[in-house]
């Protein structure tokens, strides 16, 4: 098992930024990744970023691209979503989760944390 626990949340004006935690804890394994999905209310559950924790290959969606940057901190077991010129169409629950594929799909995550608000106000 892996417990997952973002942190970092909160309300900030557009063009403002956040930078969200990802603490992971439990059993690790081989090709470990780590995602951050947001949902907002109404819409479907979407990919954002994620990072491979072995070298550190990452993969964006289109929509943050340039904005976001996914990192890692091995020694803490942490990961993080660096948000830079948020928008309002931003606002969602942000969620951490844990696979071994570097890939969009949240299928192919097994592990998910509680997830963390983000509110961008215009």
């Known amino acids: 098992q892996v417990q997952l626990v973002e942190s970092g949340g909160g309300l900030v004006q557009a063009g403002g930024s956040l930078r969200l935690s990802c603490s992971a804890s439990g059993r690790t394994f081989t090709n470990f990744v780590m995602g951050w999905f947001r949902q907002a209310p109404g819409k479907e559950r979407e990919f954002v970023a994620a990072i491979r924790w072995s070298g550190g290959n990452t993969y964006y969606a289109s929509s943050v691209k340039g904005r976001f940057t996914i990192s890692r901190d091995n020694a803490k077991n942490t990961g993080y979503l660096q948000m830079n010129n948020l928008k309002p169409e931003d606002t969602a629950v942000y969620y951490c989760?844990?696979?071994?594929?570097?890939?969009?799909?949240?299928?192919?995550?097994?592990?998910w944390g509680q997830g963390t608000q983000v509110t961008v106000s215009s």
């Open positions: 989760a844990a696979g071994s594929s570097l890939t969009g799909s949240s299928r192919f995550y097994n592990y």
